[in-house]
């Protein structure tokens, strides 16, 4: 029998090698990529939109959007000067405010900023309508921010804003609250504060009050208001110590501004 012997060939296993390496990299990378998570988690990394809120409401891009013809509101007007109004930003909370929640990262606004914003839509709003603005108008109306919350699906934002006004004058205390959808949260966010402007130029007790008419604007009793406060923060206080779940707060939110 003859034996044949063949020279070691010299084969190269530098795919071997590499395929090794990649196996001992990955639990490295699997590793740092859990990390990341957790850390981003725990840190709450957020995205801040107040700007890109701002910039929307700066824009008039909601007039454009939905569009609107203003009525000329001083016609109506009983006033001996020229009908004007003073709007006075309430809100004083700067801290980041969470709108919308997600696994990882947040989308966050800070409240005062915003609602500066809004107050300069407003302000133009009334001057579409042929209402003045000046700083020294008897005529004052305090508004803060109630809420501003978007939830997050899989194409588009729904996003419901809630702002407060208040009439010092009167004591006159009412809420606005509209809700809008559109693909980017700071958008649907935008818009919905605009159906909010437009709440308020539109209430006849808003108008009878700036355009001097007989009769003032209704009131809710102090008591029924603190009371609806108190159980506002009552309730978010809940949620934030992880008492009632988000879809639970949601709802005993809604209920409660219809109850008020």
Known sequence: MVHLVFPEQNIDN??????????????????TCVSVIVFLSVTGCASNMTKH???????DES???????????????????????????MESRTGDYETVEKAVTSEVINPKDVMTAFVAH??????????????????????????????SHFYNFDTRFCAEVT???????????????????????AHAMHKVSRQIIDDPAIQDYILCKTGNADTLKP????????????????LIHGLITKEEYDLKRKELLERF
């Open 14 to 31: 530098r795919p071997h090698k590499g395929a090794n390496a990649m196996k001992k990299a990955l639990p490295f990378l699997l590793y």
């Open 53 to 59: 809120i701002a910039d929307r409401l700066a824009a």
């Open 63 to 89: 007039y454009q959007t939905y569009p609107v013809n203003p009525a000329d509101l001083s016609a109506a007007s009983k006033c001996q000067k020229p009908p004007s109004v003073k709007i006075v930003n």
């Open 122 to 151: 407003l302000e133009n709003g009334f001057q579409k309508s042929h209402i003045q603005v000046d700083k020294y108008s008897e005529k004052i109306l305090n508004v803060k921010m109630i809420d501003l919350k978007s939830k």
């Open 167 to 189: 009439i010092p004058e009167t004591g006159f205390t009412k809420y606005y609250e509209a809700e809008e959808n559109a693909e980017l949260a700071w958008a649907s966010a």
């Open 223 to 238: 008591d029924k208001q603190k009371s609806f406060s108190r159980k506002l923060i009552e309730l978010q206080d809940a």
